[in-house]
């Protein structure tokens, strides 16, 4: 039973990678119409993040952000506008928010947007399905401690919180967001004028924005176990690279991707994404291949075995 649950899920993702890997193609065919960037957002210091206590009397999703991290929110603010308007784009670019329905994320979002006009922000949505991995409820520090403990133990992916959620949970609820936020783009739900540049902004928290990278670039858990965790306010700039594809090798340097856990064939991906050509047969690269078959033959002949060659 669970072998089944198994298949249909993996069926279910393969589905929405080739349905987004289409639209992808599709959408630069057309030209122009997919958003310029994307860019990701970990909201600022929260009272949770300076004391771990304020947890026990205060539910995570009504815990609020310090004074340093309203600042880092402006300031988190401030660097994207210039990120946006400082390179080469069209002079009537727009930004489209979402955003994390946590007390920390709303107000991240409404510090950062001092940064841009009423003219710049053509929206802005609630978004359930980018929250916090869930933890359970109101959480007993010590306990929680050596929870986290044991988490480091089993995989950061995998491991379930009691009464709580694993980033693979997290990544399910994120690729359902990622399937309609196609969807958005498909039937300019967004209201977006096709001849000025789009920016989307998500803001939302540390896991839910390695998984958001994790499932759109296809790493695999043991590539997202090599990610460390945003900075508060820190940011990651998916932008559209000459070919079609997303990349933050087009942004960010090398030695950025390096800090932030990304492996050489990590990196040496983005740099592909950033030139490469898009195409709806390029989905997986020879890289992906031979990161989970090293020991293929490279023709039929070579892998013929000797009592099948004596046999035909």
């Known amino acids: 039973m669970n072998l089944g649950v198994t298949n249909i899920t993996n069926n279910n993702n393969n589905n929405i990678n080739n349905q987004t890997n289409q639209f992808q193609f599709a959408m630069h065919e057309k030209g122009g119409i997919l958003p310029k960037r994307i860019i990701v957002v970990r909201h600022g210091e929260s009272q949770g993040n300076s004391d771990p206590g304020a947890y026990t009397v205060t539910p995570d999703h009504k815990i609020p952000l310090t004074p340093q991290g309203v600042a880092q929110a402006r300031l988190a603010g401030s660097k994207i506008r210039h990120v946006i308007a400082s390179s080469p784009s069209s002079p009537d670019w727009r930004v489209f928010f979402y955003a994390s329905p946590y007390t920390r994320t709303r107000s991240t979002l409404r510090e950062l947007a001092r940064s ?3 003219k710049r922000v053509i929206g802005v949505r609630e978004e359930c399905r980018i929250r916090e991995q869930d933890f359970g409820n109101f959480q007993v520090q010590e306990r929680m401690n050596a929870i986290k403990e044991t988490r480091q133990r089993f995989g950061r992916f995998f491991y379930r919180f009691p009464e709580g959620e694993s980033a693979a949970d997290v990544f399910d609820r994120v690729s359902s967001f990622l399937e309609s936020l196609w ?122 075995d000797t009592e099948e060659k004596q046999s035909l």
């Not at 043991?222 to 900075?231: D, I, R, S, V």
Request: proline share 4%; hydrophobic share 35%.
């Open 116 to 118: 841009f006009s009423k």
């Open 183 to 304: 969807r958005d783009i498909d039937m300019n739900r967004l209201n977006h004028n096709p001849s000025n540049d789009l920016n989307l902004i998500i803001v939302s928290h540390g896991l839910a924005s390695r998984v958001f990278l994790m499932r759109w670039f296809r790493w695999t858990v043991e590539q997202f176990e090599l990610l460390n965790n945003f900075g508060n306010s820190e940011f990651r700039v998916m932008q559209l690279g000459s070919g079609g594809e997303y990349s933050l090798a087009v942004h960010h340097t090398e030695e950025e991707l390096l800090e932030w856990g990304l492996s050489p064939d990590m990196i040496a991906d983005q740099k592909w994404r950033a030139n490469g050509n898009k195409g709806p047969s390029n989905d997986q690269s020879p890289r992906d291949l031979e990161a989970f078959f090293d020991l293929l033959p490279d023709s039929d002949d070579e892998g013929v």
